[in-house]
């Protein structure tokens, strides 16, 4: 009776997700106007997949490539370049912003490469590297702000400590900067514990979800789980094909270990702060932020059990006043928190980037327009 009900599941799920889900994505992606494109960057040997919004000139003047107000995006893991599609549409950004969303190495169309078998799996460093390169290939001017969410917000991060010339503001919401990775979650996920986004099995989805929420354990929370059940099998069975078995677990594990995480939940590499001038700095050895003069807002979801709210603090020298505001060490820095919140779902299980739409298209339209 049990595989009956999975194989009903599967097959509305999966209707509902080929069909409505598709059909949404499409008409955003058409209504964004981004275009699919790639750039060669020589230095890295890599082909870069991403999309585009070219500007529209204003009042018939086009302008330089360096004033050219630009806005990057930067998605999350396991996520595509096509997925914020929607929020692009949503933010209502003005016609002469250039729009880019590069497509995170081991994402979306990259994925493509990983059947060879000459695929490595991209570590901080070779992302961080790409990805400098890529803003000078297709000429990203300084006039730029940028947003980055989960993984893409410790991309982000780290490229703008990189690139001070192009990067001028970002939107950091739930940044996986290295140290602010929820300690269980790397525990669990180097031990064989938790599965994270690597699915196993049907069960590996409702947990995820729920953990995408304010946690797995969590049952005083108005929606239990964000995503209805008869989604679940779909979600999984789709997961299945849209890379090689054992990609999304190879790739996970290599990013955590490239950094030094080991199965005791800490670096296993010597804390760095100092000398960050020097050419051999290693940012991603940073315990505490090193870009204290980025201009930035950060936003972080109180309960997140992905990036760790608390941990987040302690990395941004954040400290709570009186009067329920956030101060923190770098005089550039705008911290905010989103309470009864989780990593993606509130506990009412509206997704966060509803969530915090208004407030983030104010702080990116903020630069010289």
């Not at 049907?202 to 979800?209: A, G, I, S, Y």
Request: with cysteine.
């Amino acid at each position: 009776m049990r595989v009956i009900q999975r194989e009903f599941e599967a097959a509305v799920g999966g209707a509902l997700i080929h069909t409505v889900g598709k059909a949404a994505q499409n008409r955003y992606l058409k209504k964004s106007a981004l275009k699919a494109k790639s750039a060669l960057l020589p230095s890295c040997s890599y082909e870069m997949f991403y999309l585009e919004r070219e500007a529209k000139p204003i009042d018939g003047k086009v302008l330089d490539t360096k004033e050219q107000p630009t806005i990057i995006f930067f998605h999350g893991i396991s996520q595509r370049s096509e997925d914020f599609a929607a929020l692009v549409v949503r933010l209502r950004i003005p016609p002469h912003f250039r729009i880019l969303v590069p497509e995170q190495a081991g994402h979306g169309k990259d994925i493509a490469r990983a059947h060879g078998s000459k695929y490595t799996q991209p570590t901080h460093k070779s992302m961080l590297e790409t990805t400098c390169e890529f803003l000078d290939v297709v000429q990203v001017g300084s006039n730029t702000s940028a947003f980055g969410i989960s993984l893409g917000g410790g991309v982000l991060y780290y490229v703008a400590y990189a690139r001070p010339d192009i990067i001028k503001r970002s939107v950091l919401v739930s940044p996986a900067i290295v140290p602010c990775v929820d300690k269980a979650l790397v525990s669990g996920i180097l031990d064989g514990r938790n599965n994270f986004f690597c699915f196993e099995s049907r069960e590996d989805v409702k947990v995820l979800f729920r953990d995408l929420s304010t946690g797995r354990d969590d049952a005083s929370r108005k929606k239990r789980d964000p995503v209805p059940k008869f989604f679940l099998e779909a979600i999984y069975r789709q997961s299945q094909k849209l890379a090689p078995k054992g990609h999304y677990k190879a790739l996970l594990l290599n990013l955590l270990e490239s950094v030094g995480f080991d199965e005791s939940q800490t670096l296993s590499r010597e804390p760095q702060n100092d000398n960050m001038n020097s050419d051999s700095a290693d940012p991603f050895a940073a315990v505490t932020d090193i870009d204290t003069g980025a201009k930035r807002l950060v936003i972080w979801p109180e309960k997140d059990r992905i990036i760790n709210f608390e941990q987040g603090m302690e990395f941004f020298d954040v400290s709570l006043n009186s009067s329920g505001t956030f101060s923190c060490k770098s005089h550039t820095t705008e911290f905010e928190s989103i309470p009864n919140c989780g990593h993606l779902f509130n506990t009412e299980g509206k997704v966060i980037i509803d969530i915090i739409r208004p407030r983030v298209r104010e702080y990116l339209l903020a630069i010289n327009n």
